[in-house]
């Protein structure tokens, strides 16, 4: 089955700064791959996603990227606020499975 | 769009009694939803898999006859925590996919369960 990776496991940066989060898959067949944040005692909220036959999507201050030959794709938060600071989770969808399987999560701390 | 919400948000229950968590989808109409369940700091382990009118699928190690689910309606699913007891204390969310949709699945704010 499907494998996702995920690194860091905590991030700390100073606001304003950029902060990347890497995830790796081991499933070719993977062709879904979103992003989500969870704060505190509530659940994830979707950020962002990408689909395999995209190699890039931009939303504002958040951007993601996937490479499939590498197996691998990464968010990318620019000028980061301390409302940014949360756990976020990659995750892969394949569709053999029909399920989403998620990375260990990223502590994200943005400092003031 | 895309709202999920679950009820009770928070519940305590005392050890041997059962527990029921639902789950809503309020704009959409979700034919598949599943149920998570999360310990602190860790990541989100699927428990099972709900499709509207049929049995759920349990992945590996999840007791169904601990963990009863129910997906009546297409914006109704619920889990019900059968005799529980303190180790089935946890934070449990569920996601729904909307029907019109292949991979996108949006999640409920979590319901946290403590057993005494």
């Known amino acids: 089955g499907e494998n996702v990776e995920q690194h860091p496991s905590t991030l700390s940066v100073q606001e304003g700064d950029s902060a990347v989060i890497k995830c790796t898959y081991s499933?070719?067949?993977?062709?879904?791959f979103p992003w989500y944040k969870q704060e505190l005692g509530k659940g994830p909220q979707l950020i962002i996603d990408i689909r395999s036959n995209v190699g890039e999507k931009k939303d504002q201050r958040i951007a993601v990227t996937l490479n499939k030959t590498a197996k691998h794709f990464s968010l990318h938060i620019t000028e980061t606020q301390p409302e940014d600071s949360a756990v976020y989770f990659c995750?892969?969808?394949?569709?053999?499975?029909?399920?989403?399987?998620f990375g260990s999560g990223t502590q994200l701390t943005v400092l003031p | 769009g895309a709202v999920v919400s679950q009820h009770p948000s928070r519940v305590i229950c005392k050890s041997g009694t059962s527990v029921k968590i639902e789950c809503r989808s309020l704009d959409f109409q979700a034919t598949t939803m599943f149920w998570y369940r999360q310990f602190p700091k860790q990541s989100l382990m699927l428990m099972a898999t709900?499709?509207?009118?049929?049995?759920?699928?349990?992945e590996q190690g999840v007791e169904k006859d601990k963990f009863l689910i129910n997906h009546a309606s297409l914006t109704l699913s619920t889990l019900t925590v059968t005799s529980a007891h303190p180790e089935d204390s946890s934070f449990y969310i569920c996601?729904?996919?909307?029907?019109?949709?292949?991979?996108?699945?949006?999640f409920g704010p979590g319901t946290r369960l403590t057993v005494t």
């Open positions: 996601s729904a996919k909307p029907s019109e949709r292949v991979y996108e699945q949006y």
């Open positions: 499933d070719s067949a993977s062709n879904y």
């Open positions: 995750a892969a969808h394949s569709g053999s499975a029909r399920q989403l399987t």
């Open positions: 709900s499709n509207e009118g049929s049995k759920a699928t349990y």
